[in-house]
């Protein structure tokens, strides 16, 4: 067997039978009582909400494919927008499969219809993925200034045990300064190394965003982008009575922890709901009704990953059927 997909099928294995073990663990974990609780909560979540998280979670992807189309253009490559957005769309419903593997898929579709090489867009996706990166660290450390007296002891605990009197702004501003001393050691020591060429892209990345000549456009979609997915937790919020009180600061604590759980397994499974339900209980939020939140959330997020994602796949090679046939039209026109 091939050895490089031997190593897809064991991260496959590895990270799908994470998300299902967190799953038993929560279940196990609940009484009867509580799991009759989390199943009425979902049972009552008012579904015409649905419309509007829907309509969010498209241009959610819709706008990450305009600003990748940004980085795209620093290179010479001009795709079509709507080429740009069915590869995004591909490039989410391939990660539930096979993880990690997104990136690639949506390169290799755009390279195949937009007829440019795919070695050309790495650089590009390194670069949004680091930017990515940089935001959720700068959106954790918002989250945790916001809702400081809600969650500060416990991101204390969590990051660190560190004295009660330390002010939470301080810490997250040492820790974030530590990572990066960090970070720059492990280059210097391991330049060569697979982590040396990671880090090195990171910085590479950054830097390029940093010298965009539509820097501005740049910014405005990605706060586009890290606001829709805001607003997709809050107005998940507002579907449940037991959530529908919480404010838009409580959100972003929400999607953060929510962000880390979408990293941790296959597509989220089984960590996003835990994560989500756990940081719920300082709200006041019985565990039974959070868990029942993050399923929800999960669940409408995925579906819309599979709908838009198998909708991208049909649509496709009709789309650039007729869009070559219309060019095949014009050029016939001209020669006559």
Sequence with gaps: MNRKLLVTILQYIVFLGLGVAIIFYMSSQLSDEQKNSMMAAIQGVRIWLLVPIFIAGF????????????????????????????AVLIGYITNLV??????????????????????KMIGTIVAERAFDVLCLLII????????????????????????????VFVFVLIAGLLMIVTLVLVYRRFRDSKIGKF??????????????????????????????????????????????????????VVLVFGSIGMI??????????????????????AEAHGLAFGWVSWTVQTGIVVVLGVISLILLPIYNNNRANA????DTKQDS
């Design 98 to 119: 096979l993880p990690r593997a997104g990136e690639v898929a949506k390169c290799t579709v755009l390279a195949r219809y937009e007829k440019v090489p795919a070695d």
């Design 140 to 167: 954790t450390f918002t989250a945790f200034l916001l809702q400081a007296d809600v969650i500060g002891d416990y991101a204390t605990d969590l990051l660190g045990k560190v004295s009660e009197k330390t002010n």
């Design 327 to 330: 060019k095949a039209s014009v």
């Design 59 to 86: 241009l959610s992807h819709y706008v990450r494919a305009l600003r990748w189309k940004l980085l795209l253009q620093e290179v010479d490559i001009c795709p079509s927008t709507t080429n740009t957005t069915f």
């Design 199 to 252: 880090i090195k892209g990171l910085s590479d990345g950054v830097k390029s965003i940093l010298n965009l000549k539509t820097r501005g456009k740049f910014i405005i979609y990605t706060i586009l982008l890290w606001g829709l997915y805001w607003i997709l937790v809050w107005i998940g919020f507002w579907s449940m009575d037991e959530l529908d009180h919480l404010s838009g600061s409580c959100a972003l």
């Design 264 to 285: 941790a397994t296959q597509g989220g499974i089984g960590a996003y709901p835990y994560l989500v339900g756990k940081i719920l209980l300082f709200y006041n939020i």
